[in-house]
């Protein structure tokens, strides 16, 4: 009687020990919780991005309470399949259920252990990785970034494709040293981690083909070097300027505030102008055509259309514009005049100053533009030249 009795006492002290370190667990997590919660800790800052705040103060509470409240769980799961085994032990009536519980629990901890000495050394050999890897990606980025602001300069190898350079090289690289690393990682080789490798290529091949198409189109764009960022230009039906470019997408900002955005893919296969790579030279050339009538002499026709290309403002001064006869119509002719200009950025602007002026030059000089072409049966000549 007197041994079940010692018995119990034992298991009663094993029980008691058991509960006081959950309690202590628990107020332990508890009182974190209300740190974070409160927000007083001091170390617990936001994360800044060149100017920009990436994760706040509450972001990170939320985050680091949530990891303490599942830490918490763990810990105390764990204390109670650790101390059920020495509880169970002192009762004779569960002694043989506790030994080998007991048994099972040293195993795994055992197991644990031994993999994590196991593991020593390839954490090393990761780190290292890691931080060779590291240093080749600081070391291109120095490198590419010179030769991206002109202060490095090779033969054949232009300022913008630096930065395209860098992303490929250090993508390919954190490729290699992952490959690298990756036999070394807890979990490699097993069926657990074969099946997560198999359904992550599986969303990568059905999912981002044309991600992956709108990349290869990107890379292929900045090595053509067909724009840059602050160009202006016109790709398909849209025309501004270049205010981002990716490797998935190019984004426009149109003359009238407009924003677009288009793949890369598109612009690959479409036309694209660039204005400003001539426009710096003031050899961007604006046309405009106009029809007039035969009973007007070519010679006066060519002086005026240069007189109201003169009048611009936004047409440069220092070549003069010229006219081109394209077309000889049934009822009149088809005159182009060709003006140079420096301001890409004011295209619109220019085309409606050359329009303008032409009305104006051609009505003071009552000569008759026939654009739109219209037919008329006169009986007398009659002066339709509108007054402006």
Known sequence: MLDNYTFHIKA???????????????????????LLTKKQLPWLKPIHFKNNEIISVDMMAMTLANTVRVLQWVLILSALYISIPYILQELPTTHDYAVTLMSSVQKNLWQVGDS????????????????????????????FSKIERGELVIDGFYAEWGNTTFQLLRFLICMFALVIIYPYLPGAGTKALEGVSVFVG???????????ANIIAGVMIS???????GD???????????????????????YKNEEITIPNTQILSSQVTNYTTQAQSKDLILYTTITIGYDTPWPKVHQMMIEAAE?????????????????????HISYQLNAFTGHEDKIPGAYS???????QVFSENKVEIMSPGFTVLR??????????
């Open 311 to 331: 009048r611009s403002p936004l047409i440069s001064k220092d070549r003069r514009p010229f006219v081109l006869q394209t077309a000889l119509n049934d009822y």
């Open 12 to 34: 009663l002290v094993n029980l008691g020990i058991s509960v006081a370190i959950i309690f202590v667990i628990f107020y332990c997590c508890q009182f974190i919780l209300r």
């Open 379 to 388: 009986n007398q000549p009659k002066d339709t030249t509108p007054v402006l």
């Open 232 to 254: 202006y230009v016109k790709i398909g039906d849209s025309m501004g300027r270049v205010v981002e470019k990716g490797l998935i997408v190019t984004k426009v900002m149109t």
């Open 223 to 229: 090595y053509m070097r067909a724009f840059r960022i």
């Open 116 to 143: 994590l000495l196991n593991f020593i050394p390839n954490v090393f050999f990761i780190a290292f990785v890691i931080f060779i890897t590291r240093g080749i990606v600081k070391f291109l980025k120095f490198i």
């Open 353 to 359: 100053e050359l329009h303008q002026n032409l009305q």
């Open 202 to 212: 599986l969303m990568i091949s059905l999912g981002s083909s044309s991600a992956i």
